[in-house]
């Protein structure tokens, strides 16, 4: 049964239910046990586990430590065309924004490369919008062709492909996909995606496992908080990271939460988003960890350099640095259409001795495609 299918019979009233009759009591017991299972894992999302978030807090840390002990590996997203078909009513790049569209071709996505490069970073994401017109398989293909040779890891963050698409892509050199559902919340993901192919619910959510079928080393999944309720996103966003890992043990699954920032003008800015406090931000975290102690957590710089300071003990294993949103910001240093408000403007090297700062060691490759 494919992922999509395993949600569609969850009860989110039963589940919600769940979350409200959670006692401080339960959370301490969760706390204490070796394994959390899919029912402790909600718990610990309940108002109950924020009342006892210090305890979690303390496990979640011990679990980092005892897995991947104090190593952060540093990454920057290379934007390389912001064309898109797309109304995702968040987005910048939204087709119906009238902003200036680009397009890297091979030479510039090389100096692009060469300015990240120069920072130290060997792992990268490379980015597009949807568009199959401008930014067809074969452009991506041609990005890897430059990319590849320059860095340890190359990951795709582009729109969801066909099975086969990812095996082209993976043999030209990618390393792993970056894909999020945005909200698992179908209604809501109706809404927010006003028209084009990223409609498509069904096709996206099972994206992830079409790339592990193709031999994606990496998959990183995640939602935009502040569409729905968190609690529930939270929760089927750590399902479906327990149906990759139960299915591609090999995989190394990485999990985001970037919170929603309101930027540009038109449809972007006009939408009210759900609140999401630092608190749940840290709930969420200790919840993922507890509950899949072996995925990687990734923050990036939508969270303010303060804020990820302090979630370093708690269990960080990625942080962005010196990032640009903007399509070839890095070679033109320009700054004037980014995708979404970046919150940590550090440099590279300031996110590093950020790290040295917190006593954990900032790291620039764990892996190398060969
Ligand atoms: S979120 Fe992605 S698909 Fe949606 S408008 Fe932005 S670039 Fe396009």
Not at 119 to 139: C, K, M, N
Not at 265 to 284: C, G, I, P, W
Request: some cysteine.
């Amino acid at each position: 049964m494919s992922f999509y299918k395993t949600i569609r019979i969850l009860d989110d009233r039963y589940l919600l239910d769940m979350v409200e009759s959670t006692t401080t009591w339960e959370i301490e017991a969760l706390v204490n046990q070796k394994k959390i299972d899919e029912k402790g894992f909600l718990k610990l999302l309940s108002p109950a586990g924020s009342r006892s978030l210090e305890k979690m807090a303390q496990k979640s840390r011990k679990e980092s430590l005892n897995h991947f002990g104090k190593a952060i590996l540093l990454y920057s997203p290379i934007y390389i065309s912001n064309y898109c078909v797309n109304r995702c009513i968040y987005c910048n790049f939204n087709h119906e924004n009238n902003i200036d569209r680009k397009i890297l071709d091979k030479e510039e996505i090389r100096k692009e490369g060469e300015a990240v490069r120069e920072t130290g970073v060997q792992h990268i994401l490379i980015l597009t919008g949807e568009s199959r017109t401008h930014t067809p398989v074969s452009y991506i293909e041609d990005a890897l062709d430059v990319l590849v040779p320059i860095f340890s890891s190359v990951v795709l963050e582009v729109y969801p492909l066909k099975e086969d698409e990812y095996r082209r892509l993976i043999k030209a050199g990618a390393d792993g996909v970056t894909i999020y559902q945005e909200t698992y919340d179908e209604t809501v993901y109706d809404k927010v995606h006003l028209a084009g192919p990223k409609k498509d619910y069904a096709f996206r959510l099972d994206a992830p496992e079409r790339s592990l079928k193709a031999g994606a080393r990496t998959i990183s999944l995640g939602v935009l908080l502040g569409l729905a309720d968190w609690r529930l996103d939270l929760f089927k966003l750590g399902l479906h990271a327990k149906y990759l890992s139960d299915r591609y043990p090999d995989a190394e699954i990485g999990l985001s939460l970037p919170r929603i920032k309101k930027i540009g003008t038109s449809e972007t800015a006009r939408v009210d988003y759900q609140s999401v406090s630092d608190r749940d931000f840290v709930q969420m975290m200790c919840a993922l960890r507890l509950f899949l102690p072996f995925c990687t957590i990734n923050i990036s710089t939508r969270e303010s350099s303060d804020f990820r300071e302090k979630l370093i003990p708690i269990g960080i294993n990625k942080m962005s640095g010196g990032v640009s949103t903007e399509v070839g910001g890095y070679a033109t240093n320009k700054n004037g259409c980014n995708q979404f408000e970046i919150s940590d403007h550090s440099s590279v090297e300031d996110v590093m001795a950020m790290i040295e700062k917190a006593g954990y060691q900032p790291i620039m490759k764990d892996w190398m495609t060969l």
